[in-house]
């Protein structure tokens, strides 16, 4: 009896834990695993991937963290000039490419929940530090999670808190790009 007890206790906190992450392109999302582990994954995210690794960046994603990632969709990369993805992937452009990626990572593991805190906090609107050295805005409209890059595009958190062993990654619709 305690045995089987113990056993359906079990299978209802595993099937809760993995409730508790969201899908994303049509993969499961495991907070055991790492950013990278996780995005492999992912349908939607296949353009990330490949400028992740085309960047060099592979091994620090994979790293201790923790790390906020807010993650554009082949759809976002989509969006931008006709060529774009293919020039930034070129060897020739790599410093841009990982000004670009590091421009859509924080130094920190801050859920949708602690950054509409921080933008209430703020009056509105809330700066966010990227690892990129970039200076986005993070705000929230119609009850949506949304930043704007330092060219004025701005990005919608389609799926947040998507936890990972080493922090966070957020699907946004929009690539953003460092100020010119």
């Given at each position: ?7 359906a ?7 809760v834990a993995?409730?508790e ?5 049509g ?17 939607d ?21 923790p ?12 969006k ?33 929940k ?12 809330h ?15 119609d009850?949506k999670?949304?930043i ?20 966070v ?12």
């Open positions: 009896m305690k045995f089987r007890l113990a056993t206790i079990f299978a209802l906190t595993a099937g993995l409730a992450n969201p899908m994303v392109g993969a499961p999302m495991y907070d055991t695993k790492n950013i990278v582990e996780n995005a492999v994954n992912s349908k995210h296949t353009t990330l991937v490949a400028a992740v690794q085309a960047a060099g960046l592979v091994e620090t994603l994979q790293g201790k963290g790390f906020t990632v807010f993650a554009p969709t082949n759809e976002a990369f989509a931008l000039p006709a060529g774009t993805v293919d020039t930034l992937l070129k060897p020739e452009n790599k410093d841009m490419l990982v000004k670009i990626l590091t421009c859509h990572v924080v130094a920190a593991d801050a859920m949708a602690d950054i509409d805190k921080m933008i209430k906090d703020d009056g509105g609107k700066t966010i530090k990227t690892v990129g050295g970039c200076e986005f805005t993070a705000m929230e409209k009850g999670l949304m704007e890059d330092g060219q004025g595009n701005v990005a919608t958190v389609t799926i947040a808190d998507v936890k990972q062993s080493n922090g990654i957020h699907v946004i619709d929009t690539v953003l790009l460092p100020k010119m």
